[in-house]
């Protein structure tokens, strides 16, 4: 399964292989485009095709071995979930270029298998990689017959799909990152439901009138995001004022106190999540700073789901 993939770093990692399964498994992934199901259709500006969730319609073995191949090749904490689209495109369908970056909750990796026999170049429907929305493409991959094609999302994974003159069929498989779950999701959104930053101690006040007369309105709103995150885990003005002002890039965190540094820090980083998406080379980052310190009490529920053992 998936086996001698071919890693590439530009534009973006990603990886492919020309034999991604077994005759039985692609047969059993083509008999998915054969049962009678509501399909969801799709016709926007750029992305037009059909969808469904053919996640249960496969053998939970089948998922399973998919999973852990996918953790060998990409070395990543994958956690036990997996959801799998059949996607149909038509005649005169196109798929634009977008990147897909993983919002809080996303999933974080994308393996996408091609079935589609006796493929030709006049049938069009080749996925290609850009290095950016206005770039040429840099990178092409063409659907044929059990080629897979597994890459990490991210804010810069922009992709596409050219148009196709015949039918083609392709799966889908998606993993999420065991930092980046549904549940880390529902914790951020209630954590920041009903954000009045007017309900922030007023020893911030001034701090934050100044940095909005210099500093774009994204990066106060994530500092007064942050600051509401230290607020609600119960934090005094000093330490709200000091993460505002590393959420704004105004100063570092560098106290000796490890608890105020862990809030600080944490407290940035799901103000990232709530007002960006998953950073993995900042998830990373933080990982290492926090490495080895104690997890405080009032912390410990969205330590444990941005930072799992």
Sequence with gaps: MLSQPIHHDSPFPFFYANSAFSDEQCAALEYLFLQEAEWQHRDGAFYRCSLRDVTENIPATFLTEVLIRMRQITGMPLINRVVVTAQRMQPGQVIGIHSDRPLVGYEIARLVVQLNMQWQAEHGGVLELFSSPESEAVFSVNPEYNKAFGFLLHVDSYHGVTEVTQPRQTVVFNFWHAANTPEL?????????????????????????????????????????AAVALQRWGYDETTIVAGYLHSAGLSICDTNDAETYAAVLLADWVACLYRDAFDLARWQILRRELEGIEVFTRLMPTWRLCLPE
């Design 185 to 225: 999701a529902a914790h951020v959104q209630a954590l920041f439901a009903n954000i009045h930053f007017s309900d922030l101690p007023t020893a911030l006040n001034p701090v934050a009138s100044t940095a909005e007369l210099s500093l774009p309105e994204d990066t106060t709103f994530r500092a007064g995001t």
